[in-house]
């Protein structure tokens, strides 16, 4: 299992790219039916409301978390 501050890094890291990522959102969903552009900004609501639910337990579980604390990521 990984440790705990690189779970916290990576869920970090994953929240800034799907925030990052609305307003490209937007335009993508901008020729669709105004229903379906609804429904594809909840699922992004929701995605974005799991992740940082996830990011709130994280932290909670390891409340002396640093962002210095983070080892190096494996490489590919």
Same mark, same amino acid.
């Given at each position: 299992? =990984?440790?705990?501050?690189? #779970?916290?890094?990576?869920?970090? !890291?994953?929240?800034?790219?799907? *925030?990052? &990522?609305?307003?490209?959102?937007?335009? #993508?969903? !901008? &020729? =669709?039916?105004? *229903?379906?552009?609804?429904?594809?900004?909840?699922?992004?609501?929701? /995605?974005?409301?799991?992740?940082?639910? @996830?990011?709130? #337990?994280?932290?909670? *579980?390891?409340? %002396?978390? @640093?962002? %210095?604390? /983070?080892?190096? *990521?494996?490489?590919?």
């Amino acid at each position: 299992m =990984l440790p705990t501050a690189y #779970r916290i890094t990576r869920v970090q !890291k994953t929240l800034r790219w799907f *925030e990052d &990522d609305i307003p490209l959102l937007n335009m #993508r969903v !901008k &020729d =669709l039916s105004a *229903e379906r552009q609804r429904s594809a900004r909840q699922f992004a609501a929701a /995605v974005l409301s799991q992740t940082r639910a @996830e990011l709130d #337990r994280l932290l909670a *579980e390891h409340p %002396g978390y @640093e962002a %210095g604390d /983070v080892p190096c *990521e494996p490489a590919d």
